[in-house]
């Protein structure tokens, strides 16, 4: 993966720069080409020496090098390279990439550049908690620029927490990760998948909601980021962590659902596994509902939510190329299934058996049909993961973008 591959790597000030001599020489043996820029504050923890040593290149330091600049400007420099990795990344550094200055070469190459930058952050536990970091790091990641780690563990200043580098084979993970995605057979395609339960309130304290653990939506939204799609995956309430590498937007009730749907159109592929609740109550209490001696049980009255599925299936010249929904029974799941993909509109679906028996909610594993209008195909019972990856594998294959 990363044979012939222009990494430009910036060494920032942090204890953690000895592990980028390491970074160098994984990065090196996969065949990559390393030029390095090492900042003031690096050069005290290594020494341009040894880094120039690992990358047989001189090191950048300067940007006001006269030679440096004649032989190779800092425009130049940043773009010379498949991809910026700046590690570690000290919260200076990130602060001011977060903040578009250009007080040194490390900046000045980082503001210059066009190409995607991963940064691997590292700093006391305390600074990397500070919300002054939090949020530059939210003001990076939404400009695009990748985060690897940090880890959690013992500190050199002692301490304990998140805050130490990633470690080089994760960052040399992270890298090739990159370049698969950028080269894979879904790149340039976008995708939407909506994940977990709705919540839909009955008061400010109450809902109604179901057992979905969104974890069959997630799997589906990682693997088609994998396969280099820009993933927008709207998740209602789940107990997951946010997939690295997608768009997450997070949302409570099913009509907020949908509208985070059609603000993530256009898209060439929606994949629709969230459990929609039916109905919400139609007046929700502004206040706690309270119980009162004497007073009758309160009677929840329902609307209709909308159908996303059905809404993208059905959304003129902006649907989706392909729309895929599941159809979780607890009987008669394939004849289901094949009504629910005629209702709909959609492409596919999915079904699956929810009894309680065969434990798919909440479970690992998933007993598949594939339902399109040309027949129904059995999947062994696979885990949630590769459920995922069949799919997106279904879609490369037999999808409107197979050749
Ligand atoms: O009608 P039913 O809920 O069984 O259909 C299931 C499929 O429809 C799933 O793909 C689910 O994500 C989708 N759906 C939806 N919006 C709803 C109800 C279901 O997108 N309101």
């Not at 204890?15 to 900042?39: F, M, N, P, Q, W």
């Not at 400009?143 to 040399?172: F, S």
């Not at 890298?175 to 919540?199: E, I, K, Y």
């Amino acid at each position: 993966m990363l044979r012939g591959k222009r990494v430009l790597l910036i060494i920032s000030g942090g204890i953690a720069a000895y592990k980028s001599l390491d970074l160098i020489r994984r990065l090196r043996e996969r065949g990559a080409d390393v030029r390095a820029v090492l900042t003031r504050a690096g050069e005290q923890f290594v020494t341009p020496l040894s880094v120039s040593a690992l990358t047989e290149d001189k090191v950048y330091t300067d940007l006001f090098s006269l030679t440096d600049e004649a032989e190779m400007g800092h425009i130049q420099l940043s773009r010379n390279a498949d991809v910026l990795v700046v590690a570690p990344a000290s919260a200076d550094i990130l602060a001011r990439m977060a903040a578009g200055m250009a007080n040194d070469l490390a900046t000045t190459v980082l503001l210059a550049t066009d190409k995607p930058v991963l940064a691997a952050p590292a700093m006391n536990v305390r600074m990397w908690q500070h919300p002054a970091t939090q949020s530059n790091l939210e003001v990076l990641r939404d400009r695009g620029v990748m985060i690897v780690g940090p880890n959690e563990g013992d500190m050199a200043c002692g301490e304990y927490g998140p805050g130490r580098m990633a470690e080089p084979l994760e960052i040399v993970a992270e890298v090739s990760n990159f370049f698969q995605t950028a080269s894979g057979p879904l790149a340039g395609r976008r995708a939407l998948v909506t994940s977990g339960p709705t919540h839909e309130p009955i008061d400010p304290v109450r809902y109604i909601a179901n057992r979905s653990s969104g974890r069959q939506g997630h799997a589906i939204a990682i693997a088609l980021a994998e396969a280099g799609a820009e993933v927008t995956l709207v998740t209602g309430p789940v107990d997951l962590p946010e997939p690295p590498g997608l768009t997450t937007v997070p949302v409570e009730t099913a009509r907020e659902m949908l509208a985070a749907c059609q603000s993530a159109l256009p898209a060439d592929i929606a994949v629709c596994a969230a459990a929609v609740a039916d109905w919400h109550v139609a007046d929700a209490a502004n206040q706690k509902l309270k119980k009162a001696d004497g007073q009758a049980t309160p009677t929840l009255a329902l609307s209709e939510n909308p159908d996303i599925l059905a809404t993208l299936s059905k959304s003129g010249p902006e649907r989706p190329a392909v729309v895929i929904g599941f159809a979780a029974e607890t009987e008669d799941v394939v004849a289901h299934a094949q009504a629910k993909l005629a209702r709909k509109g959609c492409d596919w679906i999915l079904a699956n058996d929810v009894s309680p028996a065969v434990g798919t909610f909440g479970g690992d594993r998933n007993t598949i049909h594939l339902v399109t209008p040309d027949g129904v195909e059995d999947w062994p019972t696979l885990s949630k993961r590769d459920v995922g990856r069949r799919l997106v594998q279904t879609i490369i294959e037999r999808g409107p973008f197979a050749e």
